[in-house]
Structures are given as structure tokens and as C-alpha cells.
């Protein structure tokens, strides 16, 4: 075999960033994917419709094909204006929100520190019928950072599951064996798998003291097992997860200077390559589609 169809992907978590690098990265998004959810956390975050429409706009400009679209969440923080957030879910100007607890991963100084102060927030979007995407990791220094995702699930998510009983929720690149089952037994809860995630383990990233900035990124990825889970709950039809690549391009200064790089792993240009293998390997091609293009619409 040497050619496979399937009706156009999208991709539900990229980091495009801004100036440079987003004129340089973008049409590798585009040349694939018919959708793109473009991550708010710039250098300055976008909360606002203005800073939304004017983000969606240079992405499509830049993207070098007519019938791309980006899709704009909204940052969220403990300050955000309440009326234009609502204006810009009744307008589609946000699809959504994006919630990044204070100093989880990049640009993230801007995020929350009690997540009960928005809970006004996820009641709009319940309300809206818009979609709550989170990077779910409680970033606190009594735990370990390969159990970021579980605390998190355990001392919030539950809990934001429990009072929105409606809301969407998406647990963005789902990083554990862990998260992949609280995403399959709760109810109104997606996730997006990267293909880092089914292809490193941690010993790919941290060897003798060293890290291997290439491979750094958040959640870090963890053990076999892990990878192991997350390709199962991709490839054997699971209607519950879909692709998000969670593609974010550093300047290499930013990765290879000396202390810890930033986090984040560029895939964008092989990106459904990348998943095409790993379903090859897994021996469910049948599946790509589900996964790519099906599910994440459908939720
Ligand atoms: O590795 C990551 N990089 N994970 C994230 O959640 C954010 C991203 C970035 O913006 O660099
Ligand atoms: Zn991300």
C-alpha cells in the first residue's frame, strides 16, 4: 500500500506564537489540516475579541490557503471582561475557553491560581454550549512533575466535572494511563492525544542529568505503559479522543542554552505522518480517520 484517503484532518491544539515564527510555522499546519485551535498563550495573552479576531486573521493570512480556518479560545484568567467574553461566545469569536493553571508550561504566568474564582466562567460556558479545553496540571512544588496530571485530575478536574455536569471539557494532550481512563468513565469529557506522546518516554528526554531539549515538553512524557495506554485509546476507535499535536516551536536559542529549555516539541511539518505511522504500527490504519477528522467535530 502507498497511498491512504481520508476526508481532511484538523488539528484541535497548535501553537502558532506571533511575528516571526508564526509567518515561518504556519503554513505547515495549513498545508494538512482544514481547522486549526490556534493556542492563546502569546507573549501577550489573547483574552479579548479584538486580540482574537486580529490573532485569527494573521494565522489565516499567513496560512497560504483560502479554506483554512483558525479557531480562537479565549486565555483565561481571574480578571478577564465578562461582557466581551460572553459577546465573543455568542459571536464565535471564541469557540471556547482555555484554562492553564498559573505556571504549568509557557506563557502560562498569566493563568490561574484558584481555579474556584472562574468557576463564574465555566457556568458561561456551560451555558454557551462552548468548550472548556485545559492543560490539566496542578504545578505545585510537593509533586513530582510526572504526576502533575494526576493531582490535577484528582483535585480539580473531578471536581469542575462534578459542578458543570454539562460542559464540554477536552483534557488536552492526555499524557498517562491515568488520565486516558478518567477520560473514558466520565461523562462529557474528550481528550487530545499528541504524537509525542505515543513515540518518547521519559528516558528519551532525561539521561544522566541532562535533558534532551528536543524532547522536552509538558506534561513530560512518561513510562511505557503510558505510551502504550495513549496508543490504545487513539488507534482502537475510541470516540472519545482525537488529534491535537500540541505542535509548539521555540527559537533554538530557547531550547539549547544552558538550565531547563522551554518546553515544547515542533511536529507540525510531519505531524500526520507521525500519526499515520504509529496507527500503521498499531495495525489500525482503518482507524486514522476516526481519530483525525471524526471525533473531535463530533464533540
Ligand atoms: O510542551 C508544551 N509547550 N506544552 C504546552 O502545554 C505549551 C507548549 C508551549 O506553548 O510551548
Ligand atoms: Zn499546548
Not at 78 to 96: C, R, V, W
Request: a negative charge; charged letters at 25%.
Amino acid at each position: 500500500m502507498n497511498k491512504i484517503k481520508i476526508i481532511q484532518p484538523d488539528d484541535w491544539h497548535v501553537h502558532f506564537r506571533e511575528g516571526g515564527i508564526l509567518s515561518v510555522v504556519t503554513k505547515y499546519s495549513s498545508r494538512i489540516n482544514k481547522r486549526c485551535i490556534a493556542m492563546p498563550n502569546t507573549i501577550k495573552p489573547i483574552t479579548s475579541s479584538k486580540e482574537a479576531i486580529n490573532y485569527k486573521k494573521i494565522i489565516e493570512s499567513n496560512s497560504k490557503k483560502e479554506s483554512f480556518q483558525a479557531l480562537i479560545p479565549c486565555y483565561l484568567t481571574d480578571t478577564l471582561n465578562i461582557e466581551d467574553f460572553e459577546y465573543a461566545l455568542q459571536n464565535n469569536i471564541f469557540i471556547g475557553g482555555k484554562l492553564y493553571p498559573n505556571n504549568a508550561t509557557t506563557n502560562s504566568q498569566h493563568g490561574v491560581n484558584d481555579i474556584k474564582k472562574i468557576y463564574n466562567i465555566f457556568e458561561i460556558l456551560e451555558k454557551q454550549n462552548k468548550i472548556l479545553l485545559v492543560h490539566g496540571e496542578l504545578n505545585r512544588d510537593d509533586i513530582d512533575i510526572f504526576d502533575r496530571e494526576k493531582y490535577f485530575i484528582d483535585e480539580e478536574l473531578y471536581q469542575i466535572r462534578n459542578n458543570f455536569k454539562n460542559l464540554k471539557i477536552v483534557l488536552e494532550h492526555v499524557s498517562s494511563d491515568y488520565g486516558v481512563d478518567f477520560v473514558k468513565t466520565n461523562n462529557n469529557i474528550a481528550g487530545t492525544i499528541t504524537p509525542h506522546h505515543m513515540l518518547l518516554t521519559k528516558g528519551d528526554v532525561f539521561q544522566n542529568d541532562k535533558i534532551n531539549p528536543h524532547h522536552y515538553c509538558m506534561p513530560v512524557v512518561k513510562n511505557e505503559s503510558d505510551l502504550v495506554s495513549l496508543r490504545k485509546a487513539a488507534c482502537f476507535n475510541n470516540s472519545k479522543f482525537f488529534l491535537g499535536t500540541d505542535s509548539a516551536p521555540h527559537h533554538l536559542d530557547d531550547k539549547l542554552h544552558n538550565g531547563i529549555p522551554k518546553a515544547g516539541i515542533f511536529s507540525a511539518p510531519c505531524s500526520i505522518e507521525l500519526y499515520a505511522a504509529i496507527f500503521e504500527e498499531e495495525n489500525a490504519l482503518e482507524n486514522l480517520e476516526q481519530f483525525s477528522s471524526i471525533n473531535g467535530p463530533k464533540f
